[in-house]
């Protein structure tokens, strides 16, 4: 299961392969440090910020993972309901093959960041569920051996704790594990997760979550993981509930994942904002890698110049490990003392 990326990993490892160290901010990458311990460490991207130098050269030296940060969304992968565009999504492939970066995809199922086209009609159980498949085939089908971590269903739990009502809601009882099944038969060996935020406490959102994999799991629905997106402020969650609530993910035979983290600020921010940060980023860190089932620490980002923090939270910004001129942070240091004194997990 997780095994897959954990193969991967030492797969990189066995090939001698080796982060370029030549102008790097510290004797030791985060890819480095995360490689040595079996670890993958991402960050979201957009294709087009890669035409930036910097940006895709921190990206490769200091990651062995990518996340496509919108370009795998229905809104982008699919304009019409006859029109297919990958364009984006195969720029961030390209790029992650040639780097020798591992990709987690993102995502398949969502109730938000859908076109107009699909949203706008009252689609049948039928046609939800034949939309939904086609979906799913296609897009695992098209990458096939080339995305080991999938984010099928996303963010599909609300406040409460329960299911949504959303337009995928609609395609019957089992559409979650109709969701996972499909993705698996294209591509068996892909890793599966469900994917949310808020669910890094044991609250009423993680107990849903909880009840909803324990029982996509009784139903023999190949899901293999569970991400906690981890957008979090002030001092972040409290890390002895946040511990308690991945083990018991963990002992639902699930691999964790932190998919999107950023510690998002005040900005303009002080010193001290930016050493609480990084005793944030550190302790969420340092705490999921307590756990042998952790197999990935993605940031949401990993430059404050590209972000969506600022235009989606009014007042706060600066939420990523290297700042706007793509310079280290405490919260980089902080991240990559977390990986270091983690056990190794080969
Ligand atoms: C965000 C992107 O970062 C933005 O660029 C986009 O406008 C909206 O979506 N949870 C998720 C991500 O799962 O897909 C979201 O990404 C952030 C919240």
Redesign the pocket.
Known sequence: MIRRAGILVAAFVAAGYAAPNEGSVSPITLRAAAERRGLLVGA?T?SGTLKDLRHAETLAREFNLVTP??EM?WAFIRPTRQTWNFAGADRLVAFAEKHKLAIHG??LL?Y??NPPWLTAMPWTPAQTQQLMTEHIGTVVGRYRGKIAIW?VV??EINEQGLLRKSLWSRAGTNYLSLAFRTAHEADPKAHLVY?D?GIEEVNRKSDGAYALLKSLKAQGAPVHGVGF?C?VEGNGPDLESFARNLQRFADLGLDLHLT?IDVRIKVPATPQDYARQARVYRGLIATALKNPRTKSVTT??HSDAHS?VPS?FKGFGDALPFDARYQPKPAYEAMRQAMMESAPRH
Request: net charge negative; glycine share 4%; hydrophobic share 30%.
């Open positions: 979201a957009m940060e919108n969304k993102h995502n969502w938000a960041h984010d996303n963010e994917n935020y997106q957008h999107e949401w980002g969506w989606f």
